[in-house]
């Protein structure tokens, strides 16, 4: 019995990282950098006198995953709107 019921739950925890990882391809699908984009990292960096083009290739990413983050987050608070009404 308990071992079913981890297997449910291996299972579920799946399905919902794939979900996951399906919804955060989509949204970087839709997702293209501006030059005004990279323009805003390389000022950025060099006013705080970074060198080299490691903390431009870190910024990038992060910010996609920051974006990510904020919709899982809206997602999330859309649901317990619809739940608490």
Same mark, same amino acid.
């Given at each position: 019995?308990?071992?079913?019921?981890?297997?449910?739950?291996?299972?579920?925890?799946?399905?919902?990282?794939?979900n996951?990882?399906?919804?955060? @391809?989509?949204?970087?699908? +839709?997702?293209? =950098? /501006?030059?005004?984009?990279?323009?805003?990292?390389?000022? $950025?960096?060099? !006013?705080? @006198?970074?060198?080299?083009? +490691?903390?431009? =290739? /870190?910024?990038v990413?992060?910010?996609?995953?920051?974006? $990510?983050?904020? !919709?899982?987050?809206?997602?999330?608070?859309?649901?317990l709107?619809?739940?608490?009404?």
């Amino acid at each position: 019995m308990i071992k079913t019921l981890l297997n449910l739950i291996n299972n579920l925890n799946k399905r919902i990282l794939q979900n996951k990882i399906i919804k955060a @391809r989509k949204l970087l699908e +839709k997702d293209t =950098i /501006t030059k005004e984009f990279i323009e805003i990292i390389t000022i $950025l960096t060099n !006013e705080l @006198r970074v060198e080299g083009h +490691k903390s431009d =290739i /870190t910024l990038v990413p992060t910010l996609r995953a920051s974006a $990510l983050n904020s !919709e899982e987050e809206k997602d999330r608070n859309m649901r317990l709107m619809r739940k608490n009404s």
